[in-house]
């Protein structure tokens, strides 16, 4: 079983900063991809940024330029002046190739629990 471990949230005044972390951690034999999604009160999850064997990719305009994620072996987002409507529960999603006892299975899709971020005066 994988596990992703989001850490980094918190409470936090308009216009200040954070950066995200998230781990993974299990019998991963590669990771294809890994991705930011949040999810803000009473609104669908939407999918921020990805980190693809393609690259890096920006999928909400809201937060151009404004968020930037890196990945070494953990996957990063620093977001620089946050808004009050960047209030969100963030989530990690992660797509590997996974041994479970000794096959491989590939493509799994696997999500941590989230991290709260709360931009307010």
């Known amino acids: 079983q994988v596990q992703l471990v989001e850490s980094g949230g918190g409470l936090v005044q308009p216009g200040g900063s954070l950066r995200l972390s998230c781990a993974a951690s299990?019998?991963?034999?590669?990771?294809?991809?890994m991705c930011w999604y949040r999810q803000a009160p009473g609104k669908q999850r939407e999918l921020v940024e990805a980190?693809?064997?393609?690259g890096i990719t920006n999928y909400a305009d809201s937060v151009k330029v404004r968020f930037t994620i890196s990945r070494d072996n953990v996957l990063y987002m620093k977001m620089n002046s946050l808004k009050p409507e960047d209030t969100a529960v963030y989530y990690c999603?992660?797509?590997?190739?996974?041994?479970?006892?000794?096959?491989?299975?590939?493509?799994?899709?696997?999500w941590g629990k989230g991290t709260l971020v709360t931009v307010s005066s």
């Open positions: 999603k992660a797509d590997v190739d996974e041994i479970v006892e000794t096959k491989t299975y590939r493509g799994m899709a696997y």
């Open positions: 299990g019998r991963i034999v590669s990771i294809n991809s």
């Open positions: 980190s693809t064997r393609g």
